[in-house]
């Protein structure tokens, strides 16, 4: 089964090379988004929490939600991952979804600005956007940081 995931996703690839093809590939298999993907766009309850070129999202992770996934990647020479953040609580109703962060009920990361709405996406560093209350401008790094 894997061989043969491999192989449409190895076509895939060449396709994509010879006739300047573009995908828009949806999956929860994070190596092969790590293989297959030049950008990704992170969503969590149907909204878009985290976009960027993979290899900097892959590096740098801001949106709580997308660290917890990235911390769930197992690592291959032993099958697991001891640095794995747990998520706890519960899923938001996707129906009639308050005006809110999705994710508070089970971010880590969960403070007083956190009631201010649905985070909106800010682009934090170019190309890099991120909706989350709580990534803001560090004045000491001039960089934006998750506090
Ligand atoms: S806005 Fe608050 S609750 Fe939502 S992801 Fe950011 S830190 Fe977590």
């Known amino acids: 089964m894997i061989i043969i995931q491999a192989q449409i996703l190895n076509l895939l690839k060449k396709l994509q090379r010879d ?7 949806i999956t929860h298999d994070l190596a092969v988004v790590k293989y297959f993907s030049d950008n990704i766009m992170v969503m969590y309850l149907g909204q878009a929490v985290e976009m960027a070129p993979s290899d900097v999202l892959f590096e740098n992770p801001m949106h709580p939600y997308t660290k917890a996934l990235l911390s769930a990647v197992l690592v291959p020479e032993t099958g697991a991952n001891k640095d794995r953040i747990q998520l706890r609580g519960e899923l938001s109703s996707p129906i009639n979804p308050k005006d809110e962060c999705r994710f508070a009920k089970r971010c880590n990361y969960y403070c007083d600005a956190c009631n201010k709405g649905t985070p909106p996406l800010v682009e934090v560093a170019p190309n890099h956007l991120v ?16 506090r």
């Open 19 to 25: 006739r300047g093809l573009t995908f828009i590939f």
């Open 131 to 146: 909706a989350c209350h709580c990534v803001v401008p560090d004045s000491a790094s001039q960089r934006f940081q998750l």
